[in-house]
C-alpha cells in the first residue's frame, strides 16, 4: 500500500499568512494526489485534485503542486475560515490512503 | 444541489452487523462511481470501499475485506455498505461519497456522515 505523510501535523499562523502543507508519497503516484479541507463536526471538502487542478467554487488562494513522491499545498493569504484541517490522499491505485493530516490553528 | 444522506449508524456489539444506506439526489447517480470513508472519533480519514457506476468494479480496503460489501440501488438512488463481524476498531463516522467525475478516485461530495460504535 502507498503511505501517504504530511508535515507539519500542525501548525499556527496569522490570517495573512502564506501556508504550506507538505505530503510525501512512498512510491511514485504521478500527479494522482488531490487535497481536502476538513472543519470540527463537517465532512471533508475537496479543494485540490489531480495535484494542482482546482476544484470547482474553491477561492484561488489555495494551490497545489508537485508530482512524483513530493507534494504541497499553498495558502497565499490565510483566512479566518481557512482554519481546519487538510489531509492529502493519493488516487493512484487502491487501496486509495490519505495522510494523517495538518492542523492550521490560529496564532 | 447534490446530496448525499447517510443513514444506519448505530451501537452493535463485536461480531455483530449494520447495513447502512447513502441516499442520493441532485445528480444522475447511476452515472457516477461511489466511495465510502470512515474517520474513527478524533482520527484521520480511511478509505473503506469503491464500486463503479455499474457495478463491474467492487474494491476493499484490507481492514475490511471479507467482512464489508457495497452495492447500489441506481432505481433508488441509494448506495448501500453491508457491515459484519463487525469489530470495535469498525466503530468510526462512516461518510458516502462521490468519485469526481472523469476522476472517480477523488472524492468530490460527501454526505454528512452516520455514526458507527462497536461495544459490548
Known amino acids: ?107 | 444541489q447534490v446530496q448525499l444522506v447517510e443513514s444506519g449508524g448505530g451501537v452493535v456489539q463485536p461480531g455483530g452487523s449494520l447495513r447502512l444506506s447513502c441516499a442520493a439526489s441532485g445528480f444522475t447517480f447511476s452515472n457516477y462511481d461511489m466511495h465510502w470513508v470512515r474517520q474513527a472519533p478524533g482520527k484521520g480519514l480511511e478509505w473503506v470501499a469503491f464500486i463503479r457506476y455499474d457495478e463491474t468494479a467492487k474494491y476493499f480496503a484490507d481492514s475490511v475485506k471479507g467482512r464489508f460489501t457495497i452495492s447500489r440501488d441506481s432505481s433508488k438512488s441509494t448506495l448501500f455498505l453491508q457491515m459484519n463481524s463487525l469489530r470495535t476498531e469498525d466503530a468510526a463516522i462512516y461518510f458516502c461519497a462521490r468519485g469526481r467525475e472523469g476522476y472517480s478516485y477523488a472524492f468530490d461530495y460527501w454526505g454528512q456522515g452516520t455514526l458507527v460504535s462497536v461495544s459490548s
Not at chain 1, 68 to 95: K, V
Request: glycine fraction near 8%; proline fraction near 6%; hydrophobic fraction near 30%.
Open chain 1, 1 to 107: 500500500d502507498i503511505q501517504m505523510t504530511q508535515s507539519p501535523s500542525s501548525l499556527s499562523a496569522s490570517v495573512g499568512d502564506r501556508v504550506t502543507i507538505t505530503c510525501r508519497a512512498s512510491q511514485y503516484i504521478n500527479n494522482f494526489l488531490n487535497w481536502y479541507q476538513q472543519k470540527p463536526g463537517k465532512a471533508p471538502k475537496l479543494l485540490i485534485y489531480s495535484a494542482s487542478s482546482l476544484q470547482s467554487g474553491v477561492p484561488s488562494r489555495f494551490s497545489g503542486s508537485g508530482s512524483g513522491t513530493h507534494f504541497t499545498l499553498t495558502i497565499s493569504s490565510l483566512q479566518p475560515e481557512d482554519f481546519a484541517t487538510y489531509y492529502c490522499q493519493h488516487s493512484y491505485e487502491t487501496p486509495l490512503t490519505f495522510g494523517g493530516g495538518a492542523r492550521v490553528e490560529i496564532k
